[in-house]
Nanobody, 115 residues
Framework: QVQLVESGGGLVQAGGSLRLSCTAT????????MGWYRQAPGKQRELVAA???????NYADSVKGRFTISRDYGKNTVTLQMNSLKPEDTAVYYC?????????WGQGTQVTVSS
């Protein structure tokens, strides 16, 4: 079963930057898609950014121009560079990976942006 190890969350002031990384291990089938979701208190989990097997990317409208997703295929790692952070970006961020065997989720990493 795919395991995901996340790192990089924390506390930052508004306007600051954070970088989230997620590495997938125990890969049996090749990875199709990788990305990040987030869930704020009292809200549904939402897609933040994804990078697909065809190398296309997708971003939530609220993060376009501020966040950048990238993938290291050799290391099975996906990274989310978050700039110009806003208090409304505060949430638990979850790594998301899709392989032929199904979908895997990371344990979540807290991102808190203070005003």
């Amino acid at each position: 079963q795919v395991q995901l190890v996340e790192s990089g969350g924390g506390l930052v002031q508004a306007g600051g930057s954070l970088r989230l990384s997620c590495t997938a291990t125990r890969i049996i089938f090749s990875i199709d898609h990788m990305g990040w979701y987030r869930q704020a208190p009292g809200k549904q989990r939402e897609l933040v950014a994804a990078i697909y097997s065809n190398i296309n990317t997708n971003y939530a409208d609220s993060v376009k121009g501020r966040f950048t997703i990238s993938r290291d295929y050799g290391k099975n790692t996906v990274t989310l560079q978050m700039n110009s952070l806003k208090p409304e970006d505060t949430a638990v961020y979850y790594c998301w990976v899709v392989t032929a065997s199904g979908t895997a989720w990371g344990q979540g990493t807290q991102v808190t942006v203070s005003s």
